[in-house]
């Protein structure tokens, strides 16, 4: 900003004792060591269950990321309702509920009811009181014979593909049938036949006037 006519000469505040007001990170083994103290601290206190909770598939917005997938927020109602799981036991048993997340694709839907399967298939639920188990607590011998899984994400692993046959198929032009595929080509030619048939049309006559001027 430039000073104009005889104004007040402009207080420039370069006098603020920056120095003492620096962040430094000097204390950042120590953070670590906390970090990872708290981390043991809440695998003891909530185990045998995982220290994670079960998160659906989604995908990635926007078309330029949605060939990714990542974990959600929570199920929906309708992929607990298909798996069989009531929406109220859901987050007692470590699945995340979402209620505001809506599914748009069979694809997903069918995906993340396949996980909740998959995580239903392999849980084991202890009894809240040492011999008074419920009609929903496993059997003794699964108890017994249970592998404690201290984060279901290593378990039940969210994976992208990697691989360029795996983000899209290449067709050949020659693996094109006559049906239905090649319907784009019969659209164009269909297109040029409509732009092109006075030219045509004009030039057939032409070439007729001709023929029958080198008779006569």
């Known amino acids: 900003m430039t000073i104009k ?12 004792d920056w120095q003492r007001r620096v962040r430094t990170h000097f204390d950042q083994p120590g ?3 906390r970090r990872r103290n708290a981390r043991v601290a ?6 045998p269950r995982p220290v994670d ?4 598939v989604v995908r990635c917005p926007t078309i330029k990321y949605n060939r990714r997938v990542k974990p959600g927020k929570g199920f929906t109602f309708a992929e607990l309702k298909e798996a069989g799981i009531p929406r109220k036991l859901a987050p007692t ?8 997340r809506v599914n748009l694709s069979t694809e997903s839907y069918s995906a993340n009811v396949a996980r909740l399967k998959a995580y239903q298939a392999r849980l084991i639920l202890f009894p809240r009181r040492v011999g008074q188990p419920k009609n929903a607590d496993s059997s003794p011998e699964e ?3 249970s592998n404690i899984v201290r984060q279901t994400g290593t378990a039940l692993p ?3 593909v990697t691989t360029k046959e795996g983000v899209y198929s290449e067709r050949k032009i020659s693996a094109m049938g006559a049906g239905e595929d ?3 080509r019969r659209l164009r030619e269909a297109r040029s036949e409509k732009r092109l048939v006075g030219v045509r049309e004009k030039r057939a006559k032409a070439k007729a006037e001709e023929a029958s001027a080198a008779k006569k």
Not at 5 to 16: G, L, M, S, T, V
Not at 93 to 99: N, Q, R, S, Y
């Open 182 to 184: 090649a319907a784009y």
């Open 53 to 56: 909770k079960l998160r659906p």
């Open 42 to 47: 809440k695998a003891a206190s909530v185990a």
């Open 93 to 100: 048993i470590g699945i995340a509920v979402d209620h505001r």
């Open 31 to 33: 953070r670590k060591l």
């Open 143 to 145: 108890l017994k014979s």
């Open 5 to 16: 006519h005889n104004q007040q000469i402009q207080h420039n505040h370069f006098r603020k």
């Open 158 to 160: 969210i994976t992208n």
